[in-house]
């Protein structure tokens, strides 16, 4: 099992940048593929980037794409989410998530993943 804890959420301006952190608990956590989502209020959470065991594979929603990079630090036990020129739409609650696999695979789908983040608070102003 494992535990996340996101941070690094703000309000922030249009075309500025910001990096979200995930903090996974456990000692197996090169074992489990990551992956960032986000909601708003009224709407489904939607899928941001996903990342494989190694980090050697990712991928993104073509709504962030070029404006994203999401990495990880296996020793660490930590993911991160780089987002730079942001915009107003990309504000919503950013939700780590983690799912226990022993394949390299990158997971974009909500119910791929067994477990979730609390959420960090993401705010772009125009």
């Known amino acids: 099992q494992v535990q996340l804890v996101e941070s690094g959420g703000g309000l922030v301006q249009a075309g500025d940048s910001l990096r979200l952190s995930c903090a996974a608990s456990g000692r197996t956590f090169n074992n489990y593929a990551m992956g960032w989502f986000r909601q708003t209020p009224g709407r489904e959470r939607e899928f941001v980037a996903a990342?494989?065991?190694?980090?050697?594979?990712?991928y993104y929603a073509d709504s962030v794409k070029g404006r994203f990079t999401i990495s990880r630090d296996n020793a660490k036990n930590m993911v991160y989410l780089q987002m730079n020129s942001l915009k107003p739409e990309d504000t919503a609650v950013y939700y780590c998530?983690?799912?226990?696999?022993?394949?390299?695979?990158?997971?974009?789908?909500?119910?791929?993943?067994?477990?979730w983040g609390q959420g960090t608070q993401v705010t772009v102003s125009a």
């Open positions: 998530a983690a799912r226990h696999t022993a394949l390299k695979v990158v997971v974009s789908t909500l119910s791929g993943y067994d477990y």
């Open positions: 990342l494989s065991r190694s980090g050697g594979s990712t």
